[in-house]
Nanobody, 118 residues
Framework: HVQLVESGGGSVQAGGSLRLSCAASRYTYDTYCMGWFRQAPGKEREGVASISTTGSTNYADSVKGRFTVSRDNAKNTLYLQMNSLKSEDTAMYYC?????????????RGQGTQVTVS
């Protein structure tokens, strides 16, 4: 079982930046594809970014060029650097871990961290 704890959310003005972190509890963290997805009220879940065990990344079109996903396997931590934030980025952000990157949000998930852009 993998436990995930997100942090780093908050309120920011449009154009600002935030960095989300996700700490994982399991020592085999480096065998999992990791990713971030978000959920806003009244909207469908959106897979934001994922990073494979080899460092290969994928991004939603809506965040390409603005968000960067990274992982530090030594620290069992996943990051999401968010720049040039827009109001439409407002959502609850969750990190997830799955053995494969396909539909990574179906794997283990954290409790989420709120991001509000005004």
């Amino acid at each position: 079982h993998v436990q995930l704890v997100e942090s780093g959310g908050g309120s920011v003005q449009a154009g600002g930046s935030l960095r989300l972190s996700c700490a994982a509890s399991r020592y085999t963290y480096d065998t999992y594809c990791m990713g971030w997805f978000r959920q806003a009220p009244g909207k469908e879940r959106e897979g934001v970014a994922s990073i494979s065990t080899t460092g290969s990344t994928n991004y939603a079109d809506s965040v390409k060029g603005r968000f960067t996903v990274s992982r530090d396997n030594a620290k069992n931590t996943l990051y999401l650097q968010m720049n040039s934030l827009k109001s439409e980025d407002t959502a609850m952000y969750y990190c997830a871990a799955r053995l494969i990157c396909t539909n990574f949000w179906l794997g283990y998930r954290g409790q989420g961290t709120q991001v509000t852009v005004s």
